[in-house]
Each structure stands twice: as C-alpha cells, then as structure tokens.
C-alpha cells in the first residue's frame, strides 16, 4: 500500500501514513479553510487500508489547535477507525496550553466505541 505523506502548513498538520512501517500520525494544528478537503486523502487512505490492515493500528494525534469545522471531520476519520479491527487512538496534548486539548480527546473517547489513549507529551 503507498505511504501517504502530507507536509505541515501553518493551517494543516503533518500527515504520515505508513503501512509497511506501521506509523500513523497527524500531527499540528488543524484549521485549513475546507477541513473535509484536507482530510479526504486521509479518510480515503484508510478506506483502502482497512481492506488489509496491520494486525494492530495505533494512530497518534496531537494537535495542538483545532477548529470546529475540523472537530466534526476529524470525528467522520474515527467513525472509519472503528471500522478497522484492534485499532487504537493515542491522543497527545502538551502541559502547556494543553487543558482544551486533552478535554477534546476525553470528549471523544467518551463518544467514540474506540479504545483511547489520552497522554501528555509535556511542554
């Protein structure tokens, strides 16, 4: 399966998804114009992957802004985790400034049949 790599901007994080290597991760801050449009390679990647995922997924995110047009986009890619079996969310906040961040996390996980992970990273 081909790697997905999107570059960080000031408005989108870095996207690596990696099958043979097994990295998942979205990592930045998230508040492009058109989030759907963003995150539709990520959600069709996975769409394919889940026909012949790894044994264990774990997808790491850590945000460290997001905007409300992207929180409910970001939900439509966990509604297609779900659909992948031994899938896992690792979800990453900082100390400093993280206090939004790690509530968004707890909110998912508390929405979500989806088994989370909710760490601080640190600073």
Known sequence: MDTLYLEATKYTPEVKLDADKGIFELMGSMYPEYCEEFLQP?????????????????????????????????????????????????WLYPTEGGKDMKEMGEDYAEDLDLPFEIKNVGK
Do not use: H, Q
């Not at 769409?47 to 905007?67: A, D, F, Q």
């Open 42 to 90: 990520v959600l069709a990647w996975f769409g394919v992957y889940r026909n012949r995922p790894n044994r264990e997924t774990k997808v790491s995110i850590r945000l460290e802004y997001i905007n409300t047009d992207c929180t409910r986009t970001l939900y439509n890619l966990f509604l297609t985790l779900k659909k992948i079996p031994n899938t896992r969310v690792v």
